[in-house]
């Protein structure tokens, strides 16, 4: 009747209204123009007749719009089919819970839907009135379309898709360097976000707190995944389109993914190596004068960061402050490692990459490494040194007189500055008011210091240095580390000749023979305190004889004149003297 054509014309006009001026699609003028002479037709022959076309309300429009739907595009939408006469249901995809899917323009679907779906975005909804000789006609269908009945369709669209799609590829981020990108055969490890054409999220690996680890090439991911993954460097995001035919097509997959659905990943490389990679190492710093590189069988003590290709660090030695120490190329460590610690300088600073088989592989370790994770390690070298190493000395400055060397049993003094290999000052003899003094072979130092002490004339400067088992070994001493290679810069600044461990006092070449007389300077036979003081004295004076240095002189000699004053008397006569040197005991070869 009148009334029902007039609603229909309202919703026709209200129809071409919106299309001309929706600026997010874009009608050109021609098309508004051709709408706009329909319109006036339909005015014109408003009298009593049939609806001529297909009347569109489109009242749920998306702000962004990447594609709308064109001949021949499949689309996949829900609907609700309703009377327009009486608002009655006749079907819904709803209610079977099942998009609709279907070819459009094709004659697939009834004419009025081809039209009416025609412009059509992702998430967009509307209202599409079909007049009966673009439905089902004068016949109608099944018992359930009555003849010429106007259907009154909503729709909710989402997903489009075209036989002749591809894999879209549009990159959202990438890292400023880019060492290398995926290729086939590659191993990868992502993150991503999946979801349909429309939002709706269907899986994440963020969710699972993994990445997803595959090859790549190989058949393991939907073809489209395999193609959209290709040429991405470490720290890339991309979104990937993938139609269904490229996805999991007409089956889907599970619960997740509805059939012929359009699949919409955000993905984060984070990981990328292939099976045949080998350790790589770049040079970041090497020393000048390197005169020594690490070989197996070396002792390494090397600082590192660890990180993974996307730069999340997994350890640092920084952080505990502490130095990581071991034995290079005898499987103590990773093998990637075992390889790459060959070579080094002290000093020097590398990057080094080990690919997971050379780590620790497809396990990985707990939560600490996942598996299959490449690691990278900046590390700088300390020291190193091999447990067959001597002490090396270099002379640095030699006086033009040396009349005397170091040697066991001399009281010396001495300056020094103790360092680690990379500079680091442990200890130096300038915070002491005066140089540091030691009687050689007394123990009293390392055995490092000790042999870089000996030979060595009042002025002389060397450097030395000190592997650990000539030092504080693997033990830690003060500041010093554990299994620390020790480099001292010593000057001699005064040397005292000394005596055996055990003597006080010894003759330099022959003493007087026979000795009482000598002792005897004023010939009375006793030789009381003060006597045999002045006769020692004189001794060291003419460079006779030797006192122990480093000790009060009256105090020495005090001792030497009790251990030979065997009656206690106050006085030494010979025959006190034979006895004690007829005795031949310790105590009277530390005498005399």
């Not at 071409?16 to 329909?38: E, G, K, P, Y």
Request: glycine content about 10%.
């Amino acid at each position: 009747d009148m009334s029902i054509k007039s609603n229909i014309f309202v919703l026709y006009m209200l129809n071409i209204s919106n299309l001309c001026r929706v600026s997010a699609f874009q009608m050109d003028l021609f098309a508004c123009f051709q709408l706009l002479l329909l319109s006036h037709l339909f005015t014109v022959n408003c009298s009593p007749g049939p609806l001529l076309d297909v009347v569109v309300d489109r009242y749920d429009i998306p702000k962004v719009c990447p594609r709308e739907v064109e001949i021949e595009d499949f689309v996949r939408y829900h609907f609700n089919g309703t009377f327009f006469e009486d608002g009655k249901k006749f079907d819904s995809s709803y209610d079977r819970d099942k998009a609709f899917i279907s070819q459009v323009g094709l004659g697939r679907l009834i004419a009025g839907m081809d039209r009416g779906l025609l412009g059509m975005c992702v998430n967009e909804r509307r209202r599409v009135i079909v007049p009966p000789h673009l439905a089902y006609g004068s016949i109608g269908t099944g018992g359930i379309i009555p003849p010429d009945a106007v259907l009154v369709y909503d729709v909710l669209l989402l997903d489009i898709w075209n036989e002749k799609d591809k894999v879209e590829i549009r990159t959202l981020s990438k890292p400023a360097s880019c060492r290398r990108t995926t290729a086939a055969s590659d191993f990868v490890r992502y993150h991503y976000n999946g979801t349909l054409l429309s939002g709706e999220l269907f899986d994440s690996s963020y969710s699972r707190n993994a990445t997803y680890d595959t090859y790549l090439g190989q058949g393991d991911l939907i073809k489209g995944m395999d193609e959209g993954l290709l040429g991405m460097c470490v720290g890339e995001r991309r979104l990937i389109i993938v139609p269904p035919f490229l996805a999991y097509g007409e089956n889907g997959y599970g619960t997740m993914i509805p059939p012929q659905a359009t699949l919409v990943f955000e993905v984060l490389m984070v990981d990328v190596f292939n099976p045949k990679d080998d350790v790589t190492v770049e040079a970041k710093e090497v020393p000048k004068g390197c005169t020594r590189t690490t070989v197996t069988g070396d002792y390494i003590r090397y600082h590192y960061n660890g990180t993974f290709q996307d730069g999340t660090v997994f350890d640092s030695s920084y952080q505990r402050n502490s130095t990581y120490n071991t034995y290079i190329g005898m499987g103590y460590v990773i093998q990637g490692m075992d390889k790459a610690l060959q070579g080094l300088c002290i000093g020097e600073k590398r990057r080094v990459v080990i690919p997971p088989h050379l780590a620790y592989g497809e396990k990985g370790v707990g939560d600490f490494i996942p598996g299959s994770a490449v690691l990278v390690f900046d590390i700088h070298v300390i020291d190193f040194h091999n447990p067959k190493d001597p002490v090396n000395i270099k002379v640095t400055h030699k006086p033009q007189e040396c009349n005397m060397r170091s040697e066991a049993d001399d009281l010396i003094q001495y300056r020094y500055n103790c360092s680690l290999m990379d500079g680091t000052l442990l200890y130096t003899s300038d915070q002491y008011d005066s140089p540091s003094v030691t009687t050689l072979g007394a123990n009293n130092v390392i055995l490092g210091l000790e042999e870089g002490l000996r030979g060595m004339c009042v002025g002389e400067r060397r450097e030395v240095v000190i592997p650990p088992h000539f030092g504080h070994g693997e033990n830690e001493a003060g500041v010093v580390p554990r299994s620390a290679v020790l480099f001292f810069e010593l000057e001699l600044v005064e040397l005292q000749k000394g005596v055996p461990e055990g003597y006080m006092f010894v003759w330099v070449g022959d003493g007087p023979d026979p000795l009482f007389p000598a002792m005897d300077l004023d010939g009375d036979k006793q030789v009381p305190l003060e006597e045999f003081s002045l006769f020692i004295r004189l001794q060291v004076q003419g460079g006779k004889g030797r006192l122990r240095p480093g000790i009060d002189v009256d105090s020495i000699i005090k001792d030497m004149f009790d251990n030979q004053d065997r009656n206690k008397d106050g006085k030494i006569v010979e025959d006190e003297l034979t006895v004690t040197e007829d005795k031949g005991s310790k105590q009277a070869r530390d005498e005399l």
